[in-house]
């Protein structure tokens, strides 16, 4: 089974604190994705993955950024936590051109 | 306009019938289309994808893909009450590896 680990389920931060959201997978995935889901407006692709050290921005890059060192891992890194991110922050990976396998999600409260 | 478009709901439909999810996608060289199915407090689940013109049926889900009027759609035959939750149209743009999901539509099936 492929499996998606993401290393917090729920995360309390306070403003200005930096905050690391990792996430492993298992299959050798090429491309790792993150993504938050806020209520009504589905999952947002915020910055993807396409091969080790590789990466571009998704559709709401801003506050972000990410790290790719290795294959199976890809961190997403909120350098200031503001309120406006507090959200639930899913991780997913493929192969080219097939389905996304996710994590289990990390929910992320900023204070 | 939204990358792809979905109604957000909730469409509320009775035991036993059709029920019809509908989505739409603004880049005409989208290649790859899924459905995911998301209950509360989970991560999304692959239902079924789609590459090419057509119907494809798996069981009580049909997708219909239409790239000519950019337009993709989900049916459930036989809705039952476990088919309740929101379910999440995704599109692979041409261009990357990228994957664009919809806000999603809530569907409720009633007894």
């Known amino acids: 089974d492929v499996k998606v680990t993401q290393s917090s389920r729920y995360l309390v931060k306070r403003t200005g604190e930096k905050v690391f959201l990792e996430c492993v997978q298992d299959?050798?995935?090429?491309?790792m994705f993150w993504y938050r889901q806020d209520p009504g407006l589905g999952l947002r692709l915020i910055y993807f993955s396409y091969d080790v050290k590789m990466k571009e921005k998704g559709d709401i890059p801003e506050g972000y950024s990410v790290s790719r060192e290795k294959k199976e891992r890809f961190s997403l890194i909120l350098e200031s936590a503001s309120t406006n991110q507090t959200s639930m922050y899913l991780c997913a990976s493929n192969d080219r051109g097939s389905e996304l396998f996710f994590g289990e999600g990390s929910r992320l409260t900023v204070l | 306009q939204k990358e792809v478009e979905q109604n957000s709901g909730p469409l509320s439909v009775p035991e036993g019938a059709i029920a019809s999810l509908n989505c739409t996608y603004s880049?005409?060289?989208?290649?790859?289309f899924f459905w995911y199915r998301q209950y509360s407090g989970k991560s999304p689940e692959l239902i079924m994808f789609i590459y090419s013109n057509g119907d494809k049926e798996d069981g009580r889900f049909t997708a219909q893909l239409n790239k000519a009027s950019q337009y993709v759609s989900l049916l459930i035959r036989d809705s039952q009450p476990s088919d309740s939750a929101t379910y999440l149209c995704a599109v692979r743009y041409s261009s990357a590896s990228k994957i664009i999901f919809g806000s999603g539509t809530r569907l409720s099936i009633r007894p």
């Open positions: 299959m050798d995935h090429e491309n």
């Open positions: 880049d005409r060289g989208s290649q790859s």
